[in-house]
């Protein structure tokens, strides 16, 4: 299977998109911001993105457990809100050699791109953990979802009435990881003008 390379061009380069949002990780205390976007996901995105319908009170569980060990969640921000994710899970405790991702778009925020830049940024940091199949489950009319695998030389298969896409990220390097410290360092700046600008919105409400 062909080996996909993500290298910024430059470390940082992707950060901020041409939306005027912000793409970088989303920090454990800013957690409840995914949750209120995937309970803004309406059924349908719901059904593909878990494949199975799911209620409100199951979102909730869900991601107050995505801050577990071994979890990454990388975030579209914009306007103090988070409408893009795309996460990065370990298949068994700790770092192995396999994770799994997932990805979520609100519907005004589709076909932009924002979730084909999220899947750069899961696979270099699967890349950096030193993972050698990253995996993508969706459903098989999910056209979209396939595409963009298929973008990053994924495998596709059908199995159990869904398609499983097998990524093979290439072996880290200086690059990789100095691009990935930078785009971190630019995560937590980036947080903490966020978390400023949410309490002078609530002193404001
Ligand atoms: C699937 C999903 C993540 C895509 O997000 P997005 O930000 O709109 O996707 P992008 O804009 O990055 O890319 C869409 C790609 O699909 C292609 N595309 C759009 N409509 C398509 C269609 N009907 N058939 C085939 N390809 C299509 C686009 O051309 C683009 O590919 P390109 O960049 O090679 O041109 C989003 O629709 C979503 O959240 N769906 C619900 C949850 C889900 O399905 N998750 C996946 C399982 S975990």
Known sequence: MEQFEFVSRSPGDQCE???????????PSE???VRDHLLRLDADARQRRFSHNVSDAFIENYTAKLGNIGNMTFGYFI?????????????RIG?????????SVEQDFANKGLATLLMGRVIRSARNRGIRQLQLYCMA?????????????ADLRFEDGGVIADIVPKRFDY?????EAFDDRFAIAH??????NRIVRSLKA
Do not use: C, P
Not at 79 to 91: D, F, I, N
Not at 95 to 103: I, K, L, V, Y
Not at 191 to 196: F, G, H, R
């Open 17 to 27: 998109t041409h939306l005027g949002g912000v793409v970088r990780k989303v920090l």
């Open 31 to 33: 957690l409840h911001l």
């Open 79 to 91: 306007e103090g809100r988070v409408t893009a994710v795309a996460e990065l899970k370990r298949s």
């Open 95 to 103: 770092w192995g050699h396999t994770a799994e991702a997932a990805f």
């Open 141 to 153: 009319d999910n056209a979209k979802m396939q595409a963009i695998a298929r973008h990053y030389h």
């Open 175 to 179: 690059l990789s990881i100095v691009a």
């Open 191 to 196: 947080a903490v003008i966020e978390m400023q």
